[in-house]
């Protein structure tokens, strides 16, 4: 059930909004600005111009030039955080990526990717996320992938961010199997949740340097 609302009657921004929140599969519900909101909605996400007329405790004013940082805002708003400890990204390498992102454990956002640099900037989007410890991890399974991953880690705009290698020949947790996602996405999953070893991050790998 959303627990987010957007209410503004300003097109291009609720356009904007709309887009973020689906980029990152965050579910919504759309609103008028003076509209009755429902009682699970936790955060409100509005216009600075019309905010005065929504009728919630927990407001977050939106702009076109802070969308993201409004919407970290707000999953953090819908958790009871200021901010989380852990910001995890497990990545299933292979002709198609999949990517699980988990806040302090809970899952936030998963997709596909069919070449590295739309991963890498999807990634990048995170740069502003309220998180104390950034941790990405990959699986080893597809050597080929994870290696052309690698020999891109440069493009990664993150700040201190550790890297972790991670055997894929771990099974997958059981309640993951039972989740309704695509394989690519299970298996991030399964990464994400395990435990890797620490490979130190540098400028930029070239393929002698990778040795898994």
Excluded: W
């Excluded at 970290?72 to 990545?91: D, M, P, S, T, V």
């Excluded at 996602?181 to 990778?210: H, P, T």
């Amino acid at each position: 059930m959303a627990k987010i609302a957007v209410a503004t009657m300003n097109p291009r921004l609720y356009y904007k909004i709309v887009k973020a929140l689906r980029n990152f599969n965050i579910s919504f519900i759309s609103v008028l600005p003076q509209e009755d909101l429902p009682k699970e909605i936790k955060v409100v996400l509005t216009s600075s111009f019309e905010s005065s007329i929504v009728n919630h405790q927990n407001k977050i004013i939106v702009s076109e030039d802070n969308i993201n940082e409004a919407l970290f805002k707000a999953i953090c708003a819908i958790k009871n955080k200021k901010h989380f400890n852990q910001l995890i990204f497990g990545i299933d390498p292979g002709a198609t990526y999949g990517l699980v992102v988990l806040a302090d454990g809970e899952l936030i956002s998963h997709k596909l990717f069919k070449n590295i640099e739309n991963l890498i900037s999807y990634i990048n989007l995170f740069s502003s996320f309220p998180s104390k410890m950034l941790v990405i991890k990959i699986g080893t399974g597809s050597k080929k992938y994870l290696k052309k991953f690698l020999m891109a880690i440069k493009s990664i705009s993150l700040s201190n961010f550790k890297l972790e290698l991670v055997d894929e020949r771990s099974s997958i947790p059981f309640f993951v199997k039972d989740f309704n996602f695509q394989s690519d996405i299970k298996s991030a999953y399964g990464i994400a949740l395990s435990r890797g070893r620490l490979l130190k991050v540098v400028e930029g790998f070239k393929d002698e340097d990778v040795v898994i």
